[in-house]
């Protein structure tokens, strides 16, 4: 049976609900789910824990839930791009849980193996491991950290088939495929519904619940930075 859905907003409305955990693919603005993201903020849901590498940009991204003021906890490794990210923090209106970025990988993965947890020296010693269980290994210590199973999760891929099967473009996969296993409902929405290869699949159809067709085209840039070209 095709897993395709009319629309984002008919996806993430069915399943949308206050208080949820939301996993989002996604590096910067690279291979971020627009109209996923556009639909859920559409749907008005608020007190939204956000699971994702970082929050976005002002007015672009997961930002735009920030200024809907729909997000209530973050998990991230970087917010530098965002002020209104930074405000909220600063007014103490969000939940910030700052995560190092290969943890928060593996802490994705964890969670879409249905591995619980797992012991890391990352962040052992410092801010990051305060009030965690510790243990050493190998005289090495490390902190315990928790799997991240989301109650949603919303990727962006390049291809996909009928049956929810994924292909990234590039750096465009980046967290698309860990987030796509660690939700309890995977949302994918894709630029080209087509057949695939097996060899070509990053992400099995058994991961994902619903397919869209992209809405929104436009991909945006955080930082454009350009020179003078030198002809060869």
């Known amino acids: 049976m095709s897993k395709l859905v009319d629309s984002a907003a008919a996806a993430v409305a069915a399943v949308a609900r206050d208080g949820m955990t939301v996993a989002v693919g996604g590096f910067g603005l690279s291979g971020i789910p627009t109209s996923l993201i556009t639909a859920l903020r559409d ?3 608020s007190d ?4 994702s590498n970082n929050m976005g940009v002002d007015g672009k991204g997961l930002g735009l839930l920030l200024e809907n003021r ?3 906890k973050v998990l991230a490794s970087y917010v530098g791009e965002n002020k209104l990210f930074a405000q909220q923090y600063l007014d103490g209106e969000l939940d910030v849980e700052f995560v190092p970025q ?3 990988a593996e802490r994705l993965r964890a ?12 962040g052992a010693g410092t801010p990051v491991g305060e009030g965690k269980p510790q243990e050493h290994f190998d005289g090495i210590r490390t902190i315990l950290e928790r799997g991240i199973v989301a109650d949603l999760a919303l990727v962006r891929a ?3 088939d009928l049956d929810g099967n994924l292909r990234y473009r590039l ?9 796509a296993t660690a939700g309890r409902v995977t949302i994918a929405e894709a630029e080209t519904i087509t057949s695939l290869d097996p060899d070509d699949v990053h992400t099995p159809g058994i991961f994902v619940q619903h397919l869209v067709r992209s809405e929104i ?10 020179r003078a070209r030198v002809d060869a």
């Open 70 to 72: 729909q997000v209530r």
């Open 102 to 104: 290969g943890t928060l």
């Open 158 to 160: 390049h291809r996909a």
């Open 171 to 179: 750096t465009a996969r980046n967290f698309n495929p860990l987030v």
């Open 111 to 122: 969670g879409g193996a249905g591995i619980p947890a797992f012991f890391t020296p990352t």
């Open 217 to 226: 085209h436009e991909k945006h840039i955080e930082q454009r930075t350009v």
């Open 43 to 45: 749907t008005g849901v």
């Open 48 to 51: 939204l824990t956000i699971v």
